[in-house]
């Protein structure tokens, strides 16, 4: 069994910083890339940032200069950095890790989700 746990989400105001954190456990093998998507109300999920097991980063456009993703391979923990936030960054954000299990080929899993409001 593998869960991803996120913490972190909250009210903020515009302009405000929040940071977003999620942990992988149970019987993992390895960790290939983890990630966070978002999605708002009535919208399509949306990729965020990605990372992969070399720290090599992706980003949305709409993110790039404001989010930093990070992760630390020994807790199996993944990082988001969110400063500058923005009314429309507004969503609930998911977690994500590509891993391979004990005995298995890769697959993806997801957190259950955290709640990001900027508001004033």
């Known amino acids: 069994q593998v869960q991803l746990v996120e913490s972190g989400g909250d009210l903020v105001q515009p302009g405000g910083s929040l940071r977003l954190s999620c942990a992988a456990s149970g019987s993992i093998r390895t960790i290939n890339t983890m990630g966070w998507y978002r999605q708002a109300p009535g919208k399509q999920r949306e990729l965020v940032a990605a990372i992969d097991s070399l720290g090599r980063t992706h980003y949305a456009d709409s993110v790039k200069g404001r989010f930093t993703i990070s992760r630390d391979n020994a807790k199996n923990t993944v990082y988001l950095q969110m400063n500058s936030l923005k009314p429309e960054d507004t969503a609930v954000y998911y977690c994500?890790?590509?891993?391979?299990?004990w005995g298995t080929g890769p697959r993806d899993y997801d957190g259950q989700g955290t709640q990001v409001t900027v508001s004033s």
């Open positions: 994500n890790a590509n891993l391979i299990r």
